[in-house]
């Protein structure tokens, strides 16, 4: 009995032990899992902060990076209200993100845009498409267009979810003005608005290729300002600019929107006007009506200080198809004009093809006269002049001009063309070269060393910078005297910047060249300038000779011219001096010094002085 009950309690012991064994291990194990549980918290705490910041850090990276971005970038809800935008969109609403987070365009944008920009977000939504499209909005409080270039796209926020939109806009508004500006810069005038001269060869070319014009004519006119230089002078250039803003508004709102007019260079103006019908007579009749219009138009204005304004406009007709060229055609409209400046200006002149032959004769003459240096085909030839008992005082210098085929080319023909080209300034200086080179020779000559020589200086030549360095080398170099050098200027030169004509006078003048008026009373004469500048000789025009014995005008213009000049100490020479009546009357007057056929014809060198 005793056995069998230490037999049965035997396992019940053993499993209290055991129990009680397992209840200790299950308890560790339990710290342990709760340990390890906590240790996974703990680490998984750690990699969620870890992610967290790499996430914030990511975010504020991406942040930085759209914010950098030179572009608007934003977000918006399918109910197209703003989700997301970066700073240059704060930047142009003038509004921190959270005030605009929520809203939709309309309340930044005015009704227009808003509206636009709306139905193109919602086409994209709809579509599911990506669009890239130019968009011009005005925001509010603005008047200012902008303008920008816009790439839009759905945006899938979250599976199932309906798609938002992300755009991103780059602003052209700057690039787009700065192009205008450009564009303007490159076809119109900054001053007056009108298209330049680039514009208006563009509409010139197009009107000459125009093959539904072929049979209709069309009219160039090239309007001048007469006179416009003394605007310039007299008033100052700013208001000569404004005198040019003034005609070319009067002119725009003269003529029909469809001509062209343009501001071709400082005073001249192009009117360009198409279709005139077919028959030529016609379509001069209309041309001409609208240049009497515009000659009026221009007359009535006046500058700041009432200063009357005329206009010379030059016409030429032509018909399109490409028979004519551009630049012949504002060659013919040049030419039409030079006619009518020639006759006095205020008018208008049509180009015909009298004018077509003179030009190509002048540019064959002008050919010609190039190379006639070169050929040693100028000379001079010299003219006496002669005091009042007829001693021989000095000579004048006259350039010649022998071609081997024109033949004797007349100095008032190939000298108005030298001055034009600026032939003169070389022409001028190999005038003066020789003229000196023969000074120096009669210089050891004792029969010739008081003469003079008297050289004509053209005012191109003489308003070149380099002028007074080139005589005082020519004088050094030849060992000329220079005060038996006489240097003929006009009275057009002396009007024209008199304040550097006088310095340079003065310069000469200290080297001792000596200074004559020539065909005084012929120009724009003012005593002013005949006390303020450095003369010696006072020459009489041969026009006022001429009629000396039978017009009291010349009379009494020459002996006033006579009184004038002994009266400020200058000697007074008389041009032109053909008969003995005319020597006698001059001399009885007080004018002893005297030029002319009388005396002695322009001869060569070598024959000059034949009766010594």
């Known amino acids: 009995m005793d056995y069998f009950a230490s037999s049965a309690a035997l396992p019940a012991e053993l499993i209290r032990s055991i129990d009680g064994y397992l209840g200790r291990w299950g308890i560790a194990l339990l710290l342990v899992f709760l340990l390890l549980a906590l240790l996974g918290n703990l680490l998984l705490k750690r990699r969620m902060r870890h992610n967290r910041a790499l996430l914030q850090s990511n975010q504020e990276m991406l942040t930085t990076i759209l914010d950098s971005v030179d572009a608007f970038i934003y977000i918006k809800s399918p109910s197209l209200e703003y989700q997301y935008v970066n700073r240059r969109i704060s930047d142009l609403f003038g509004l921190p993100a959270d005030k605009i987070i929520g809203k939709r365009d309309e309340a930044f944008f005015d009704p227009g845009s808003a509206a636009e920009i709306k139905q193109v977000d919602r086409n994209v939504l709809d579509s599911g498409k990506k669009v890239t499209v130019e968009e011009s909005n005005i925001l509010q409080g603005e008047s200012r267009v902008r303008t920008f270039l816009s790439i839009k796209m759905p945006l899938a926020m979250s599976p199932g979810a309906p798609p938002s939109l992300c755009g991103i806009s780059t602003e052209l508004t700057d690039y787009l003005e700065m192009q205008s500006h450009t564009h303007y810069l490159a076809f119109y005038d900054s001053l007056t608005g009108l298209p330049n001269r680039r514009q208006l060869m563009d509409a010139l070319t197009a009107a000459i290729e125009h093959d539904e014009w072929a049979a209709s004519y069309s009219a160039v006119m090239v309007i001048d300002l007469d006179n416009f230089r003394l605007v310039n002078d007299i008033q100052g250039h700013e208001s000569g600019d404004q005198l040019l803003i003034s005609v070319a508004e009067q002119l725009r709102q003269r003529l029909e929107p469809e001509v062209t007019l343009a501001r071709f260079s400082s005073d001249e103006f192009v009117v360009l006007i198409n279709d005139l019908g077919e028959q030529q007579t016609n379509a001069a009749l209309k041309a001409e009506r609208v240049a009497r219009q515009l000659l009026e138009t221009i007359a009535q204005l006046r500058t700041s200080h009432s200063l009357p304004i005329s206009a010379s406009i030059g016409i030429a007709l032509f018909i399109g198809g490409g028979e004519h060229s551009m630049d012949s055609v504002l060659q013919q409209a040049d030419m039409a004009l030079q006619q009518a400046k020639s006759t006095g200006g205020n008018t208008l002149c049509f180009f015909n093809t009298d004018m077509q032959t003179s030009v190509l004769e002048r540019a064959s003459l002008e050919a010609d006269l190039r190379k006639a240096l070169e050929r040693n085909e100028l000379a001079l030839h010299y003219q006496v002049q002669v005091d009042h008992q007829g001693v021989t005082t000095g000579v004048e210098a006259l350039l010649r001009w022998y071609h081997p085929l024109r033949g004797w080319v007349s100095p008032a023909t190939f000298i108005p063309l030298a001055e034009d080209t600026r032939l003169i300034v070389p022409i001028g200086y190999w005038v003066l070269r020789s003229a000196c080179e023969q000074l120096a020779k009669w210089s050891h000559q004792a029969a010739y060393a008081p003469l003079s020589i008297s050289v004509n200086v053209s005012s191109v030549q003489f308003q070149q910078p380099e002028f007074v360095r080139d005589v005082e080398a020519l004088l050094a170099e030849t060992q000329a005297p220079p005060s038996r050098l006489v240097l003929e200027v006009t009275e057009s030169l002396l009007m024209r910047e008199p304040v550097r004509?006088?310095?340079?006078?003065?310069?000469?003048?200290?080297?001792?060249?000596?200074?004559?008026?020539?065909?005084?009373?012929?120009?724009?004469?003012?005593?002013?300038?005949?006390?303020?500048?450095?003369?010696?000789?006072?020459?009489?025009?041969?026009?006022?000779?001429h009629e000396l014995l039978t017009d009291k005008t010349d009379a009494a213009i020459v002996d006033t011219t006579i009184l004038l000049a002994v009266s400020l100490g200058l000697t007074v020479v008389a041009e032109g001096v053909e008969k003995q009546e005319q020597l006698d009357w001059l001399r009885g007057h007080g004018c002893y010094r005297y030029q002319g056929y009388l005396l002695g014809r322009p001869t060569p060198i070598e024959y000059l002085f034949e009766s010594y």
Do not use: C, H, W
């Not at 005084?520 to 000789?537: A, H, I, Q, V, W």
């Open 501 to 545: 004509v006088r310095n340079t006078m003065l310069k000469l003048r200290a080297r001792g060249i000596r200074f004559a008026l020539d065909d005084f009373g012929t120009g724009y004469s003012s005593l002013s300038y005949l006390k303020r500048l450095p003369l010696d000789e006072l020459k009489i025009d041969q026009s006022f000779i």
